[in-house]
């Protein structure tokens, strides 16, 4: 059977809304036993994972921090587990590990090392119940219908980038937190409506050969997921850096073939915006991923109109970047349903 390339990797962009809907139904069903177990004085709460899942655990550690005022950090699997005596937090602390698969090796080494050299407690956060990786947790997260067929991951970052930010809000105590996550479903879907043809138009552009995706604070893991998927589907060359950082030496690249997109936050737009201007005036194309549209020097503009925080929009910045990647890998005539040398999980 002839089967279309990209069929699954497409569903699973534009139907993620509904994997947040289910997500958010199961996390609600269990609030007040979540409420109780994160109400404990952690010194320090440690965020891991692999590829996508570490750029996830890069927000979620600004998040956390962000929002409980706690020490949190974001390290990657590997680094915990080889490396444990630089990687290791100071006691009481938690180890937040996330996996899509729950079998990814070095995730399961580095929670080996942890409990073997810290014994304290594990979260789990992942999308399948029956998984090594929740034998091994003292308590577990399960992103609901965010499995997919794909290899890249596209509904499993953002359902799982919302249970750690549905942690960080009962960890915060923070209620109102909870009701701004709540509304993200739908303002997903919206979004995808609005945007899908723009992000197709950008994805086939001809005269696009690179891609640079900036962000900064929470927002600096979703511009590294966006170049990751962009990377993967579509072989392009493709990079992601803090906004202020990209003007100490790597705008030294910029030109005409290089489309930017600004991941803007409110917290630093009008320094967020003088880098898009900057990068403009060198004669890159910019888009922007902001609450608004005002006042941003950028040639396109995701309008996301959700009057959320910076610390609650993140799901909503990545469909849109995530269609870009897959219209790029079909206009190139690659299968995004299975890059290049990848598999969907990496065991040793």
Known sequence: MNLQPGRYTYREIIGQSDAWSATLAAVE?????????????????????????????????AIWQALTGNQAQ????????????????QPPSLLTA?????????????????HRLAGDDVLAVTCYSDCPLTVEATRVLIARHAEEDSVAQTRSFTSMLLLAQWAAALASSRDDYLDQLRTLPSLGSQIVDTYEELAQRLGRDPHIE????????????????????????????SEAFHFLEFRHGPMSVVGPDMLIIGLVSETAREHEAAVLAEMRDLGA???????????????????????????????????????????????KGLNPDCPTNLEAVVRL
């Open 210 to 237: 690179r891609f640079v995706f900036l962000g900064s604070g929470a927002n600096y893991g979703l511009a590294c997921e966006a170049m990751l998927k962009m990377k993967e589907m579509s072989l392009s060359p």
């Open 285 to 331: 194309q910019v888009l922007a991923i902001a609450d608004s549209p005002d006042g941003l020097p950028a040639d396109d503009v995701v309008a996301l109109s959700s009057n959320l925080s910076d610390m609650a929009r993140g799901p909503l910045m990545l469909p849109i970047l995530q269609l870009m990647a897959y219209y790029r890998a079909i206009d």
């Open 74 to 89: 974001a390290a990657p699997a590997s680094e915990l587990w080889l490396y444990s005596a630089s990687s290791l937090p």
């Open 98 to 114: 996330i996996s899509r698969s729950g079998e990814t090796t070095e995730t399961l080494r580095a929670v080996d090392a942890y």
């Open 29 to 61: 069903a269990q609030i007040d036993d979540l409420r109780s177990w994160l109400d404990r004085p952690w010194a320090q709460v440690v965020f891991i994972g692999c590829g996508s899942t570490y750029y996830l655990a890069l927000s979620a550690a």
